[in-house]
């Protein structure tokens, strides 16, 4: 299939539609505007919804209402507009229900600015909403696999009945890249438990997260948290680059990532045995591998753009092995290829 030439946010909403989906709802706001746009065009043509919800708020409940209905919805939107939607993402997990969120990074806290960050890290791996819960994550590292995750995202949230979020930083959103896009699916839901009219054939469906009986509760969330072990044993994804021999290793996604392996390359060039693995889905996160790798290298290298927040999965995963420090950037910059040989060369020489 010949390659496109897009932007990533609308690489997210043609593989959202190709993917199946067909009812988006959203508000706009930088960096993620795109999809929004994308999709006000694209939907109505296709015989879709797209609806500008008047809040935040508004487009994540009425996904809940979509998704109750057993099709795939859609709603995205950037840090603020996410943190609003996190009660409802809260009831999404509550009731069981698969769905995609979309959030394009962009500085914060508060309003922040419209440049890029990873920032949202904690909200999107630990739970922004209230309760015992988990989505799964993906973080895209180039336009091809914005698309390529998209779909992914759709599928394991169908697969495990769960949300999944698209974790993207706002460079992600906005670089223009060739993708090929993947061939549209002809999606037709198998949910038994969708509310979707009885017909007399059935028992009625209830989609709820009410449970006033604490006994109950537990359970259902006992229930869940099985269902989240299986997630974690069978669908944890994370690319190695020039790991097998490395002395350093370098956690980093997104575009963190990109910059990374650059600087790893020239680390090489010095002498430096330096290697990547980047996760892919930020939950799971790849404990395993990193676990794996601190029996065999000096130390742990986070490039974020946050305070350093994905330094704290590292070293969980790596159980105090060895050190593990931050090279970050934040306020919308990212940290340079330069910036990161910096850190690479202080591990190297004993500087922790």
Request: proline share 6%.
């Amino acid at each position: 299939m010949a390659k496109v030439l897009m932007k990533g946010n609308e690489a997210i909403a043609e593989a959202a539609i190709r993917a199946g989906c067909r009812h988006y709802f959203g508000y706009p706001i930088t960096p993620q505007t795109e999809v929004a746009a994308y999709m006000s065009k694209r939907m109505p043509k296709i015989g879709g919804t797209f609806l500008q919800a008047e809040s935040e708020i508004s487009a994540v409940n009425m996904v809940y209402g979509v998704a109750s209905a057993g099709l795939r919805a859609m709603t995205s939107s950037s840090s603020p507009g996410v943190s609003l939607k996190q009660e409802g993402i809260s009831y999404l997990a509550g009731c069981d229900l698969p769905a995609l969120i979309v959030n394009v990074q962009r500085g914060g806290p508060g309003l922040g600015g419209i440049q890029p960050s990873q920032s949202d890290y904690f909200q999107a791996t630990k739970g922004g909403g209230h309760g015992d819960y988990h989505l799964i994550v993906l973080a895209p590292a180039s336009v091809q696999e914005m698309a390529d995750l998209t779909v992914k995202a759709f599928d394991l949230a169908d697969k495990y009945r769960m949300p999944a979020m698209l974790l993207a930083d706002g460079t992600m959103g906005q670089m223009m890249e060739p993708v090929e896009l993947p061939e549209p699916a002809e999606y037709k839901p198998d949910k038994p438990w969708t509310v979707t009219g009885t017909e007399n054939r059935r028992e009625h469906n209830i989609v709820n997260s009410l449970y006033l009986v604490p006994e109950q509760l537990e359970q259902k969330n006992l229930e869940r948290y099985e269902k989240y072990a299986s997630v974690e044993k069978n669908e944890v994804m994370y690319e190695e680059y020039m790991t097998d021999d490395a002395d350093i290793c370098v956690v980093a996604f997104g575009i963190a990532a990109r910059v990374s392996k650059n600087a790893i390359t020239e680390a090489r060039k010095r002498g430096i045995k330096a290697g990547l693995i980047r996760p892919i889905t930020l939950w799971p996160f790849p404990s395993g591998v990193i676990r794996k790798t601190a029996d065999k290298v000096k130390g742990f290298i986070s490039v974020e753009l946050s305070m350093g927040q994905m330094i704290e999965d590292i070293r969980l995963a790596e159980e105090c092995k060895k050190p593990v420090t931050l090279c970050s950037r934040v306020g919308g910059m990212i940290p340079s290829p330069e910036e990161v040989l910096n850190a690479i060369i202080k591990m190297e020489g004993g500087e922790n």
